[in-house]
């Protein structure tokens, strides 16, 4: 029984998270044939493997530890006290754990903190398969290991370990991770999480898969899609690579040329190193299967093929009457298999971008701080082309752009006829209009009081201007005035020396005349 714990203290972390894994299932296997009276560890080995989603499973397996304790099995007690440190919500912990070399260890039990941590403290991810989910939250708590964190988890959900060695997977999201540029405001791996997320949280809400039928290669292919597809994003558009004559844009001919980097970029890593090599499991067949679907899937983010799938949902729409979910079995009608094929490829391909372009369908708390983090990192790139004297892209331009008023033509031009066409199909998402509604009202509500703010000012500014024209008319007024009393002044002064002139030389006329006259009658004399 001992040696039997000691097992299950190292494995219980590692494989039994993950009993798809064959090894996994082989230990699992061994222990129950060679331990007839294993029923309790048995017993919580299997409460265990679905603590995630299963309430009752909690439960179950708090009280599958007190049984265990009371057949005196100290070191099941060591267990406890191991799950007890990732249960007790000390998230500062749990942080630090991250930041380390991604696991711990305790006792000679090798603990995967992102494993663990898909459970371990449950709160933060409670409602991650829910539309209500805030990633700004828990990116709070974990930082950059948000996307390793919402992969790993679905991962689990599906089952990819089946397809894929859950080790060799944590490495790869690593790396990926770590291959994003998180000084990005935007494009960094929380926005990469986030579309994962999202893309996972539609498959829960929108009975998705029980009307396009992916099977696992599918959902694999789609969800590593949307773990990489913005893989080493530099912060600047397709159009400004274009026009800097960037090597990039040369490399890929200025088309699609960030989508192509990312998707490649991935496969270089993949292919070069065998520790991220996630596809080494699989035959040559599946493995070309799933990389032609991630490349495709990739592609479809680059919003020039937004029109396509637009056009996609339309005529589908008009050709089998589809609406409130009804009918849309009928495209998969009469189909060969590689018609199917590549129908369901087109249903990936929406699923993708409409999960990139989900930011106005989510709570507006969480919408709008996407919504200023995407116009940081668009200012940042005007600014860039200013500096080099390209054409200022759209929206790009800080000292023009209004952040409601834009926001509202990309959800009027956009998002909300996008998702329109998305519900007919899947009506269970209709959550995702009504918050992009709720939304564009509410920037509409903002945007008026800024208009309303600037009417005051402007207002305001002309009082003052009219005000100050005021001001000078009436010192301008003042002056003229004082300069007329002054001419008055000078000119009464003017006048009273004219006199004064005139009077002495009156005088001295008078004194010459008087003079002259004394001169001739002395002369006469």
């Not at 065998?274 to 599946?286: G, R, V, W």
């Not at 032609?292 to 050709?319: E, G, P, Q, S």
């Not at 709570?363 to 709008?368: H, L």
């Not at 004064?500 to 005349?513: G, L, R």
């Amino acid at each position: 029984m001992i040696k039997c714990v000691d097992w299950l203290k190292n494995q219980l972390y590692d494989s039994i998270m993950f009993k798809s894994d064959d090894m996994s299932i082989q230990k699992y296997e061994e222990i129950k044939s060679k331990n007839k009276d294993m029923k309790y560890v048995i017993s919580w080995i299997d409460e265990f493997s679905n603590i995630k989603t299963n309430d009752t499973a909690k439960e179950q397996f708090k009280e599958n530890i007190k049984n265990l304790e009371n057949k005196n099995l100290s070191n099941i007690k060591d267990i406890k006290a191991i799950i007890e440190n990732h249960n007790n919500n000390d998230k500062n912990k749990i942080k630090n754990n991250f930041s380390k070399n991604s696991s711990i260890s305790s006792n000679n039990a090798t603990i995967t903190i992102f494993s663990s941590y898909i459970i371990f403290p449950s709160e933060l991810i409670d409602d991650i398969e829910e539309p209500s989910f805030d990633i700004f939250s828990l990116e709070s708590h974990i930082s950059q290991n948000t996307l390793p964190c919402i992969s790993i988890y679905i991962f689990n959900l599906y089952g990819f370990y089946s397809l894929i060695n859950y080790k060799t997977f944590e490495k790869f999201i690593t790396k990926i991770t770590k291959g994003y540029i998180h000084s990005n405001p935007y494009h960094n791996d929380i926005h990469a999480a986030d579309v994962t997320q999202t893309c996972m949280m539609f498959f829960q809400n929108g009975n998705i898969n029980n009307i396009i039928n992916l099977d696992k290669y599918n959902l694999c292919a789609l969800f590593l899609s949307c773990m990489i597809h913005d893989y080493k994003h530099p912060g600047y558009t397709n159009n400004f690579l274009t026009n800097s004559n960037n090597d990039l844009a040369i490399m890929y001919n200025d088309k699609s040329i960030l989508e192509n980097f990312h998707v490649a970029q991935t496969f270089e890593l993949i292919y070069s190193n065998e520790k991220y090599n996630i596809f080494k499991d699989l035959n040559k067949n599946e493995m070309n299967t799933i990389r032609k679907k991630m490349i495709n899937c990739v592609l479809a983010t680059d919003m020039v093929h937004h029109a396509r799938l637009y056009t996609f949902c339309n005529i589908n729409i008009t050709k089998f009457a589809i609406n409130e979910g009804k009918n849309v079995e009928k495209i998969f009608d009469n189909l060969t298999e590689i018609q199917i094929i590549e129908k369901q490829q087109d249903f990936m391909d929406l699923l993708i971008h409409s999960s990139d372009v989900s930011n106005p369908t989510k709570p507006f708390n969480v919408y709008m701080n996407w919504a200023n983090k995407v116009m940081s990192e668009f200012y940042r790139q005007g600014d860039k082309e200013k500096e080099m004297n390209l054409p200022v892209s759209f929206l790009c331009d800080r000292e023009n752009t209004n952040l409601p008023k834009g926001q509202i033509g990309f959800i009027e031009g956009v998002v909300l006829p996008f998702y329109m066409n998305i519900i007919k199909f899947f009506p269970l998402l209709k959550f995702t209009v009504e918050n992009c509604q709720n939304n564009k009202k509410l920037l509409m509500k903002m945007l008026e009081e800024e208009e309303e703010q600037k009417k005051k000012e402007d207002n305001k500014d002309e009082s003052n201007n009219n005000n100050e024209e005021k001001l000078f008319n009436i010192i301008h007024i003042k002056s003229m005035k004082n300069k007329d009393e002054n001419e008055e002044d000078n000119s009464s002064f003017k006048d009273e020396n004219y006199i004064n002139i005139n009077n002495n030389n009156n005088i001295s006329n008078n004194n010459n005349e008087e003079s002259n006259e004394n001169n001739n009658n002395e002369k006469l004399l």
